[in-house]
């Protein structure tokens, strides 16, 4: 059985960074693709980044335009972790933030929440002075 668990939420001031972190178990990464997601309160989910190894290289990896330049997504396939570093963070960027995983996702549609398999549970980011 998988299971996705996150971590690494809490207040933070605008202008700060923040990494969150995704452990994953009962399976291996290889050959899946592996994405954050956020909830903003009253708004649908929305994606942020994605990522996809093949357990010996990185395949492709993309983010959402609002967060291209400040969010980098990477993953320890070693560890069963991905990550997701977030800098220069805004009060936009107040959501809850879900780790989800998924085996038929691919770069034209990892935004799609519908297509991913797993999900934890989420960790709160609060961007506040």
């Known amino acids: 059985q998988v299971h996705v668990v996150e971590s690494g939420g809490g207040v933070v001031q605008p202008g700060g960074s923040r990494t969150l972190s995704c452990s994953i178990s009962?399976?291996?990464?290889?050959?899946?693709?592996l994405a954050w997601f956020r909830r903003v309160a009253g708004k649908e989910r929305e994606g942020v980044a994605a990522?996809?190894?093949?357990?010996?290289?990185?395949?492709?990896?993309t983010y959402a335009p609002f967060v291209t330049g400040r969010f980098t997504i990477r993953i320890d396939g070693a560890n069963n972790m991905v990550f997701l570093q977030m800098t220069n963070l805004k009060t936009d960027d107040t959501a809850v933030y879900y780790c989800?995983?998924?085996?038929?996702?691919?770069?034209?549609?990892?935004?799609?929440?519908?297509?991913?398999?797993?999900w934890g549970q989420g960790t709160q980011v609060t961007v506040s002075t």
């Open positions: 990522i996809r190894h093949s357990g010996a290289a990185l395949m492709w990896r």
């Open positions: 989800a995983m998924g085996a038929h996702v691919d770069m034209e549609n990892w935004f799609q929440a519908n297509l991913y398999d797993d």
């Open positions: 009962g399976t291996s990464l290889g050959m899946m693709s």
